[in-house]
T-cell receptor
């Protein structure tokens, strides 16, 4: 089966750096994506890693290592508005277009 | 503006009744998805469709049904066979290709009493 595991909750202070990990068990996928969801809202796309390595988009960076079945989202210069849930996701490398999400990590940013 | 529209935002139904949740997209995306989210939990895949007139069961399809008669529409029916239907339901779509940037609707919060 397929599964993506994330820590359930992370707490950090404003201005700090936080890393949210995602470990997965799946065979053959196109890449690892990250989404942000505020309470009561819809998930929104943050980043995508098709290849191993680091992708940077402003304050957010994402990393993928296929050999380690591992990825992470790095949030720098944390702001209060970053308090939200973060999900990793993968789409199968077959013709089905099945898209599955991790269990989610709730980030709480404190003043 | 292009996007995904789910309606209604809040829905109340009596136990034992079937209910259909609407999902419409004007992004010209081929693939569409339905997810269920319970409080404090992740997104669990109910059904997905990569092309008109074709769809596949996700991880928690029991008690749900879908149709894909048009590219832009992917309605979800929550049947009376679903044991615990109260949840937040999210519809999403992606364009075919390798990038998995999914676009989501604003969700429908279903409460069964």
């Amino acid at each position: 089966g397929q599964s993506l595991e994330q820590p359930s909750e992370v707490t950090a202070v404003e201005g700090a750096i936080v890393q949210i990990n995602c470990t997965y068990q799946t065979s053959g996928f196109y890449g690892l994506s990250w989404y942000q969801q505020h309470d009561g809202g819809a998930p929104t796309f943050l980043s995508y890693n098709g290849l191993d390595g680091l992708e940077e988009t402003g304050r957010f960076s994402s990393f993928l290592s296929r050999s380690d079945s591992y990825g992470y989202l790095l949030l720098q210069e944390l702001q209060m508005k970053d308090s939200a849930s973060y999900f990793c996701a993968v789409r199968n490398m077959d013709s089905s277009y099945k898209l599955i999400f991790g269990s989610g990590t709730r980030l709480l940013v404190r003043p | 503006d292009g996007g995904i529209t789910q309606s209604p935002k809040y829905l109340f139904r009596k136990e034992g009744q079937n209910v259909t949740l609407s999902c419409e997209q004007n992004l010209n995306h081929d693939a569409m998805y339905w997810y269920r989210q319970d409080p404090g939990q992740g997104l669990r895949l109910i059904y997905y469709s990569q092309i008109v007139n074709d769809f596949q069961k996700g991880d928690i399809a029991e008690g749900y049904s879908v149709s894909r008669e048009k590219k832009e529409s992917f309605p979800l029916t929550v049947t009376s066979a679903q044991k615990n239907p109260t949840a937040f339901y999210l519809c999403a779509s992606i364009q075919t290709g390798q990038n998995t940037e999914a676009f989501f609707g604003q969700g429908t919060r279903l409460t069964v009493v």
